[in-house]
């Protein structure tokens, strides 16, 4: 049974998110060690909302709740938030409304921004993230692998997300008012991840040649050789940041990496250098004001509040950049949301039954059992030694290895129907109706013939 509940821009507040966001890494390893019925947990978390998706094994009848309030308890704890606070505040889905409403956000329908681009690729690196910690389970590559795919139809059938909006290029058209000329504006991007590209890419667009890049963790030199940028050295940052007109920060940092104490060091830096008066108290005079616009997209915020407490510094943060965000294009929305509507039902037209568990077990099964006729041949003409059974038992494992390989690479890529189809055309073996009662009775017919194909 699958499950979601979620949190974002539309039902929480972005210091919740914040909380959330910070324990994300690791999340879904420990709702699934966290209770029993949990066989597998997939968390997408970004900037504006953190989601989990569960897949619940539990006897029929037998009601979910405990498990979900598990999950979020499980939650709760790492961030330090109260169980009952998240239940009050999460939105929920089960069954096929879990697929409605993934396909949805990958498609960027329920983004600050609708059709942004970016959140298809956080929902496809939260399933590779599951697979690593080794919490997906072959129904959650199904729903996500699905919804990859109904991400790519929206793209390519509507006008969604063909204009690159993101909340990235909406905060660059909200600075707009405060930049009088991209071509000659300074840009620090502090930041080197998967974000700091989309964010570049914005920043040329708009005519924007001098940029550099600092990073907080260090790789920074990569990313700027990558894309023909200088590097801010740590023992510069402070100085350069001074000097930029517009700072963008994206990094997945958990502590703030600009705040006032930086600023004001960097502009008494300059003011050194240029035997200037220092600017970075509240009280100077208004003709030797600097502008600064700060626009954070990170999550959790990546500067802090009091960076404003400097005269002329503008902050732009998230929460203000979601107040900005425009109206849906509800000609291009509605086809979209249509497409999703669609492949929703579709999916959940595929029997909850259609596990490959059972075809396996009907393979090796078939297998097995011809591997112990010819071993009692091989017996009964004389092998004393047990050398011809070794051998026997050597090729049934080999044998079995690649289908039970592409198994979970057909599983993965949501198409058991073709793989139940070439057993049964290859070995003449299908699996019995009985046998698709699910995968935990499955797992149990595998298990009688425990490394019988070992080599």
Request: with cysteine; proline share 3%; glycine share 8%.
């Amino acid at each position: 049974m699958l499950i979601c509940f979620t949190a974002s821009h539309k039902n929480a507040g972005f210091d919740l998110l914040e909380r959330l966001s910070a324990t994300a890494d690791g999340a879904a390893r420990r709702m699934v060690t966290g209770h029993d019925a949990v066989q597998g947990a997939v968390v997408v978390a970004t900037c504006n909302r953190f989601e989990a998706y569960l897949d619940l094994d539990r006897p029929e009848g037998e009601s979910p709740v405990d498990a979900v309030h598990g999950a979020i308890r499980a939650v709760g704890e790492a961030a330090g938030l109260e169980a009952e606070a998240l239940r009050t505040t999460f939105g929920f889905a089960h069954g096929n409304a879990v697929a409605a409403h993934l396909f949805a956000v990958a498609s960027g329908l329920e983004s600050v921004v609708v059709g942004e681009g970016e959140i298809a690729g956080q929902v496809r690196r939260s399933l590779e993230s599951a697979r690593r910690d080794g919490t997906t389970t072959p129904e959650l590559e199904r729903l996500f692998q699905r919804a990859s795919q109904t991400s790519r139809k929206v793209k390519n059938r509507t006008g969604i997300g063909r204009e690159g909006r993101s909340l990235v290029r909406l905060a660059l058209e909200l600075a707009e008012s405060r930049v009088t000329d991209w071509a000659k504006t300074r840009v620090l991007l502090v930041g080197t991840g998967r974000y700091a590209g989309a964010s570049l890419a914005a920043l040329r667009d708009r005519g924007v040649t001098d940029v550099s890049v600092y990073s907080p963790s260090g790789r920074g030199a990569k990313f700027a050789h990558s894309h023909d940028l200088p590097v801010v050295a740590a023992d510069d940052y402070a100085r350069a940041a001074a000097a930029a007109e517009v700072i963008v920060t994206c990094t997945t940092a958990d502590t703030h990496v600009l705040d006032r104490a930086v600023l004001a060091e960097g502009r008494e830096l300059l003011a050194r250098e240029t035997s200037l008066p220092t600017i970075g108290a509240v009280d100077v005079a208004p003709e030797i004001e600097r502008r600064q616009l700060v626009i954070d997209l990170g999550l959790p915020r990546n500067v802090a509040a009091d960076i404003a407490e400097i005269v002329g510094v503008e902050l732009l943060d998230l929460e203000t950049i979601k107040f900005h965000a425009p109206m849906e294009e509800f000609g291009s929305t509605d086809e979209a949301r249509e497409i999703v509507t669609r492949a929703a039902r579709k999916f959940g037209d595929v029997a909850e039954e259609l596990d490959l568990a059972p075809t396996v077990v009907a393979l090796r099964s078939h297998v097995f059992d011809l591997l112990d006729g010819e071993i009692e041949r091989a017996r009964s003409r004389g092998d004393v030694d047990g050398r011809v059974e070794e051998a026997l038992r050597h090729m049934a494992g080999r044998l079995l290895h690649t289908p039970m390989v592409r198994s979970r690479e057909y599983a993965r890529d949501g198409e058991q129907r073709a793989f139940i189809d070439a057993v049964e055309a290859l070995f003449g073996v299908r699996a019995a109706e009985s046998d698709a009662a699910g995968p935990a009775e499955a797992s149990e017919q595998a298990d009688r013939h425990p490394r019988r194909d070992a080599s």
